[in-house]
């Protein structure tokens, strides 16, 4: 096999693991790891989709730059060992054009840590509710919304499968007893017993 993009592969999987998780979501608490392992593959195939974009950028900039782009390798610094903020400002200093990422930025961030989190277990405990998965899934299309103004700042065309992430249906917990209440999360249950406090 040859690849010459990851775009297409990430994306479908995406689409499609988000598809399985929603319509297995009464497993999500009875089938073991397999529920989690596609979760966490998603949180996986969902950071790299935004980290590969970006590093494609830098590289299309330095061999094949695009009328007007400018490549500075001083003022960009190096591909690699570079913070996120650093990534994303790459998009205005070659394309000059304003990336407005507000609300992609965050769901990409919280879900970044979380796939730090699963890929490194530290901390070595992970918990999680109904309400953090549905929460994780509905901000998966926030970050299609990021990937879409990178390549708005590019020039590039929307293409059907980040539509297709784009238009990922919101994610409800439906209980089995709808007629029971149910008790709104609490700050300190689910996900947020398994991470380390953070820092005042």
Known sequence: MFFTSFEGVLYENVVELHDRLVSGSDDL??????WF?????LVNDVVASVDIALSYLYLLAE???KAGWKF???????RHGRRMKDKLAWVHAITGQHLDAREGRAAFDELRELRNHLNH?????????????AHWLNIVPEVGKLLWQVRRCMGEPLSRLLVRWLLLRPVVVVPRD????????LPTAGYSSTRWPQAP
């Open 29 to 34: 608490l009875l089938r073991g790891p397999r």
């Open 37 to 41: 392992n596609d979760l966490r593959v």
């Open 63 to 65: 061999y094949a730059p």
């Open 72 to 78: 500075d390798r001083e003022k960009l610094g190096p």
């Open 121 to 133: 277990f530290d901390p070595p405990c992970v918990a999680y509710s109904v309400d953090d998965a």
């Open 178 to 185: 709808p007629s029971r209440p149910r008790p709104a999360q």
